[in-house]
T-cell receptor, first 116, second 104 residues
Framework: GAVVSQHPSWVICKSGTSVKIECRSL??????MFWYRQFPKQSLMLMAT?????????EQGVEKDKFLINHASLTLSTLTVTSAHPEDSSFYIC????????????FGSGTRLTVV | GIQVEQSPPDLILQEGANSTLRCNFS?????LQWFHQNPWGQLINLFY???GTKQNGRLSATTVATERYSLLYISSSQTTDSGVYFC??????FGAGTRLTVKP
């Protein structure tokens, strides 16, 4: 079945530094990627939707200059948290879908970011 | 406004029991889907169900699009069914979820 690999699984960084999270579709072409953040015991909050080769569409209230999303190829999307602060600590999850084949959404295993 | 509402927010079951989870959605929600997030955070897509009924093992789902709701049925629940169940439209904006705990 469709597999999405998300790395790293967890990361600890210092305030003010940037962190990049990668999301790769291993066996299909991901025409659309979704990025979420999830706080403990809360739902997934959609941050942005990106289509390959296009700029990401950010949800209202999400700072695009802080959360840089790149979807340069059909198998890779990245989320970079710039100038991270402790309040950016969260669980970040990507999801990928494809216009080829059956409709479905495959999720990465998530990245737990802790900013200290 | 809220596009997807789920109920109940929490559900505790004894192993072997059946349950029904509900998702109400607004006019703008198309192509309803159900997802499960296990206690370790991994999400899987359970059903893509814009209308009608689908079954997959002990799980089944029914969507009545004209009345804007969907139901997820879990029969003979197992401890591995524990986690959070979400519904979302094709825009992938999730509801608040139902947290299910199945006790042995």
């Amino acid at each position: 079945g469709a597999v999405v690999s998300q790395h790293p699984s967890w990361v600890i960084c210092k305030s003010g530094t940037s962190v990049k999270i990668e999301c790769r579709s291993l066996d299909f072409q991901a025409t659309t990627m979704f990025w979420y953040r999830q706080f403990p015991k809360q739902s997934l909050m959609l941050m942005a939707t990106s289509n390959e080769g296009s700029k990401a569409t950010y949800e209202q209230g999400v700072e695009k200059d802080k959360f840089l999303i790149n979807h340069a190829s059909l198998t890779l999307s990245t989320l970079t948290v710039t100038s991270a602060h402790p309040e950016d600590s969260s669980f970040y999850i990507c999801s990928a879908s494809s216009t080829q084949g059956p409709i479905g959404y495959t999720f990465g295993s998530g990245t737990r970011l802790t900013v200290v | 406004g809220i596009q997807v509402e789920q109920s109940p927010p929490d559900l505790i079951l004894q192993e072997g029991a059946n349950s029904t989870l509900r998702c109400n959605f607004s006019d703008s929600v198309n192509n309803l889907q159900w997802f499960h997030q296990n206690p370790w955070g991994q999400l899987i897509n359970l059903f893509y169900i814009p209308s009608g009924t689908k079954q997959n093992g002990r799980l089944s789902a029914t969507t009545v699009a004209t009345e804007r709701y969907s139901l997820l049925y879990i029969s003979s629940s197992q401890t591995t069914d524990s986690g959070v169940y979400f519904c979302a439209g094709r825009d992938m904006r999730f509801g608040a979820g139902t947290r299910l705990t199945v006790k042995p």
